[in-house]
């Protein structure tokens, strides 16, 4: 089946121009949880505790490109949903609050649960309802959580979703910027500047939107990511699909450290150009900016950035021509 599209547009005019300065300081999220493209400030040194984490189901409409809106469904009214951030040994008190004016019952699998359904078992809330549950953070790692209710496909297209990162005792090593980054398929019928889920679209495997942070252009324009000369960056990057890989690079960058599918404690790969996230997989990635420049983000299965899979990282500072310059 051939079907025609129209986003080279905005996804590749987008490809070469570079950004403002805009986007917020990496680590102001603070407490546990913080909306994209803002991280939770690390754990650090504390021991081990318990924690209280509030989700909210939330079904609200909003835009997914220029000058079309979708009806998300999210947690805490964002697409994706916050990133939470816990250390190995914490007991989690998680609440799971759906809003009164939601039309769906939902639930969420925590991929860092070890029970069943992740939660899910336990924690469907029909709308204007709240369930509690309470686990044990006990790997640490960056993991997927989701939406499992219903029929599971739609809740999870619809977009609900995001990361909780467990560090490990001690914390990660300290880093200079943090980032929290989300890859995620929306399957839509598009008509005056709305766009319809389509079931049928996704049986398909044929997203008309492939998005960082639940729209296009989420990650350019006034939104771009920022870092200086000489910091290094740490990108907790997570892909829901629902079906697509995501081959996650920097265009300009090399990652100096990739922990691989997010596991921490695993393995570390060094010097990473291209990285393999799977559906409902997780990375967290690392490189030193050396100079300064507009570095992109993309999924580069790169047809997949006419569809909107693409970010600016801008990078301010003294330029190095020792590592990189026009010319001889
Ligand atoms: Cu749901």
């Known amino acids: 089946m ?27 999220g603070g407490g546990p949880l913080a909306h994209a493209p803002n991280v939770p400030a690390p754990v650090g040194k504390r021991a081990a505790k318990t924690v209280v984490m509030k ?54 699998d925590i991929h860092a649960v070890n029970g069943p ?13 709240e369930k509690v549950f309470t686990w044990k953070a006990m790997a640490p790692g960056l993991y997927i959580y989701h939406c499992a209710a219903g029929a599971i496909v739609d809740h999870i297209a619809n977009g609900m979703y995001g990361l909780i990162l467990v560090e490990p005792a001690g914390g990660l090593p300290a ?23 389509s079931l049928q679209n996704g049986l398909e495997e044929h997203p008309e939107y492939v998005v960082f942070n639940g729209s296009q ?43 691989l599918e997010g596991a921490i404690g695993g393995t570390v790969n060094s010097n990473v150009q291209t990285t393999l996230v799977p559906s409902a997989g997780a990375v967290i990635v690392e490189f030193k900016v050396d100079v300064p420049g507009t570095y992109t983000l993309v999924d580069h299965s790169i047809f997949r950035v006419a569809k909107g899979a693409i970010g600016h990282l801008v990078v301010e500072g003294k330029e190095d021509p020792n590592v990189f310059k026009a010319g001889k």
């Open 2 to 28: 051939m079907r025609v599209r129209n986003h080279w547009k905005a996804g590749l005019i987008g490809l070469m121009v570079a950004g403002s300065l805009v986007a917020g300081d990496a680590l102001a």
């Open 175 to 197: 880093v200079d910027r943090e980032y929290y980054v989300f890859e995620s398929e929306f399957f839509a019928d598009v008509k005056d500047g709305k766009a319809e889920f």
């Open 217 to 259: 252009g989420a990650l350019m324009g006034d939104k771009v990511l920022k870092a200086k000369v000489g910091e290094t960056v740490r990108i907790f990057f997570g892909n829901i699909g629902p079906n697509g890989i995501s081959s996650f690079h920097i265009i300009g960058e090399i990652f100096d450290r990739v922990y």
């Open 117 to 129: 359904g992740g939660g899910a078992a336990v924690n469907t809330a029909k709308p204007g309802e």
């Open 55 to 108: 989700f909210e189901a939330k079904e609200f409409t909003g835009p997914i490109a220029d000058g079309v809106k979708y009806d998300f469904w999210s947690f805490n009214g964002t697409v994706p949903g916050p990133m939470g951030r816990l250390r190995v040994g914490d007991s989690v008190e998680f609440h799971l609050a759906n809003h009164k004016d939601n039309s769906q019952p939902h639930n969420i």
